[in-house]
Each structure stands twice: as C-alpha cells, then as structure tokens.
C-alpha cells in the first residue's frame, strides 16, 4: 500500500528523531536546506521534535545554479521562524572550482560528486561547531535505486525519511503544510544547469515507487509486475538502476 497515515508517520519521526538526539546525547541538528521537498520535509519534522532554537540550516549553493532553491529554502527558514544567527549560507564555488580546474573538462557525474562531498564536509564541520548531529535527506526511493553520492548526500547521523518512497514524503510533505511551491516544482539535486531527477531516470517517481514497492516490500518477479499493468521495458530500467548501485549499500566491502 503506497498511500500513508501522515498525521501518525509524522509524529512517529518526530519522536524518533527526539529519541535519537537523546539516545546520542545532542539535543540539536544541522541540516543541509536545498528548497527541495525531501530538505524541507525533514527541517519541519526536526523543528517539531528539537524545537525552532535548536536546528541550525545550512544552505550551501553552488554559484548562481538553482536560485529558486535558495528562495524556497529562506521560505521555509521564515515559515518556521529560525533566527538568522542559527542559518548559514556558504557558496560552494570557491571550495568547487578549483576541484574542477585539476582535472578539466570534468563530466556532470564527476562535479556532481565533488559538489557533494564538499557540501558533506562544511555539514558536518558545522555540526561539530554546534555540537548537533546532521539530519539528513534520502528517501527510500533514492537509495534503492542508489541515486545519491557515496560519502556525500548520503553521509548523516539521522535519517528521518530513509524508509519513505518519495511519493510518501510528498504526502507527508503536504500534511506538514510544507508551501506549494515546494510540493509542485519538479525535483532536482541543482548539480548542473537543467539537471532534474527524472530526467537522469528516465522515468518518474511515481511508476519508480509503485515498482520499487513490488520489488522491495512485496517480493514480486518481475513477470509478475508487468502482469500489473507495467510496460517490462520501464521495469527492467528501474531494476537496472538498483542492480548497477546495489553496491553503494555494503560499503566498505570487506573481505
């Protein structure tokens, strides 16, 4: 069953992630804000289970690339009232391109990673400076399919949304009151011009969850699927995307 009870998800990862500060002796967080759906859904959850006086926002843009992000995410920091003191904004560029200059021209895949792994770093410095622990992002759908940078966008102390398809977290998203603006924009990681989450897939969320959901949590074949209505093509493309990224999943390998 894709849909969910959003009022008892909601307080359930609030409580989880009060319990989890606790259990690791921090009482706040510091969390990556890109504007996006996920970032925004676990900010309002992290306000609600720290309070507004003890998460800390990070934006963390690179240049000029996805400014409507940077207003969505100081939509949100207004929304939930959190003081300027506690919102840090740091324009990854400088860290960034010099990265890039070693080794140009450098492929999207490759900046991406290395925009990501620099984001990584000034999070969790943060994190020490405030004695918080890093709230992070990924949903359930992402990290099946392996879409996130190994040690990057994917390192964090708390995952609040990691076992919420994506299109739960929308639904989730939506009962929290997160703005429309945020609900209705098409989804991207802002690692190059353009770039949308599924224009990289090749397919959208919602055919990704519902299949994920047969191959994951209910056990199903493949034949079986299709037998659902799914054209095998689209199938074996998102079975495509979890086998080539089953290996993020059990790092470090050991022997």
């Given at each position: 069953m894709m849909s969910i009870?959003?009022?008892k998800v909601s307080q359930k990862l609030i409580e989880f992630i009060k319990a989890a500060c606790k259990k690791a002796g921090f009482s706040r967080a510091v969390i990556a804000l890109s504007g996006g759906v996920d970032s925004s859904t676990s900010l309002a959850l992290s306000v609600q289970a720290l309070g507004k006086d003890n998460v800390f926002p990070l934006l963390l843009p690179y240049g000029d690339l996805n400014p409507q992000g940077v207003v969505d995410a100081n939509l949100l920091i207004d929304k939930y009232d959190l003081a300027k003191s506690h919102v840090f904004s740091i324009n990854i560029k400088s860290f960034v391109d010099p990265m890039l200059a070693l080794d140009?021209?450098?492929d999207n895949v490759r900046q991406g990673n290395i925009m990501a792994r620099t984001?990584?770093?000034?999070?969790?410095?943060?994190a020490k400076k405030q004695n918080a622990l890093v709230i992070g992002t990924e949903n359930k759908t992402e990290h099946l399919l392996g879409y996130f940078t190994r040690f990057g966008d994917s390192a964090s102390d708390i995952e609040p949304l990691r076992n919420l398809y994506k299109t739960q977290v929308y639904e989730l998203a939506k009962h929290l009151g997160i703005p429309e603006q945020i609900l209705n924009k098409k989804p991207t990681a802002g690692l190059w011009e353009g770039q949308t989450d599924e224009g990289e897939f090749g397919f959208t969320y919602k055919d990704a969850d519902e299949i994920l959901l047969q191959l994951f949590d209910e056990k199903k074949i493949v034949e079986d699927i299709v037998a659902s209505g799914f054209d095998r093509s689209l199938v074996e493309k998102v079975q495509s995307w979890v086998s080539k990224n089953s290996f993020k999943h059990n790092l470090p390998i050991l022997p």
């Open positions: 009870d959003s009022k140009a021209p450098m984001r990584m770093i000034l999070l969790f410095d943060e």
